[in-house]
């Protein structure tokens, strides 16, 4: 069935140094990938997304990247803070228009 | 504000209840979807809908769940005959459906605490 795994379940980094989250999906139809960052407590909240028909994409400190042959995604954090710290899922919509999500990574950033 | 909408934000109930969540979505977004989320975990699909059209509920979900989005704008969850396993954030997310798809909002979600 469609699964989207995720890795690592938690990361930690030095404030200013990069983080990459990194995620596969199982259907290769899938056509879309957000990322979602949630704060404790509070609700998912979409941060960067990209299409098939797109290899990178880039939103000032934060990049997705996307091999569709590999079937892997991934986020690149740069030049972390400390707000930066919270929990990231990737996501996948299926051919069926179904939205699945990872296991989620929590980011922790140290000042 | 005009965003994703839940109610209740928090219940609790004891093992055995019924327990209903409404959920209503952003007014032009004909895809709406269903999730659990528990503790440290990503959202776990439950169920989606296409307008009014239930189009597919996980095979993970027991026949004490059920899902409705009668005129095609709210839905509602309902779990019968609780149980303390069910305790989780109820969340609830809407997008439009169009070509070059689109992001999804979420709702606050719904804390369900069964004891």
């Known amino acids: 069935g469609e699964n989207v795994e995720q890795h690592p379940s938690t990361l930690s980094v030095q404030e200013g140094d990069s983080a990459v989250i990194k995620c596969t999906y199982s259907d290769s139809a899938s056509n879309y990938f957000p990322w979602y960052k949630q704060e404790l407590g509070k609700r998912p909240q979409l941060i960067i997304d990209i299409r098939s028909n797109v290899g990178e994409k880039k939103d000032q400190r934060i990049a997705v990247t996307l091999n569709k042959t590999a079937k892997h995604f991934s986020l690149h954090i740069t030049e972390t803070q400390p707000e930066d710290s919270a929990v990231y899922f990737c996501a996948a919509i299926h051919n069926t228009d179904k939205l699945i999500f990872g296991t989620g990574t929590r980011l922790q950033v140290f000042p | ?115």
């Open chain 2, 1 to 115: 504000d005009t965003g994703v909408s839940q109610n209740p934000r928090h219940k609790i109930t004891k093992r055995g209840q019924n327990v209903t969540f409404r959920c209503d979505p952003i007014s032009e977004h004909n895809r709406l979807y269903w999730y659990r989320q528990t503790l440290g975990q990503g959202p776990e699909f439950l169920t989606y809908f296409q307008n009014e059209a239930q189009l597919e509920k996980s095979r993970l979900l027991s026949d004490r769940f059920s899902a409705e989005r009668p005129k095609g704008s709210f839905s509602t969850l309902e779990i019968q005959r609780t149980e303390q396993g069910d305790s989780a954030m109820y969340l609830c997310a809407s997008r439009k459906n169009r070509a070059g798809n689109t992001e999804a909002f979420f709702g606050q979600g719904t804390r369900l605490t069964v004891v």
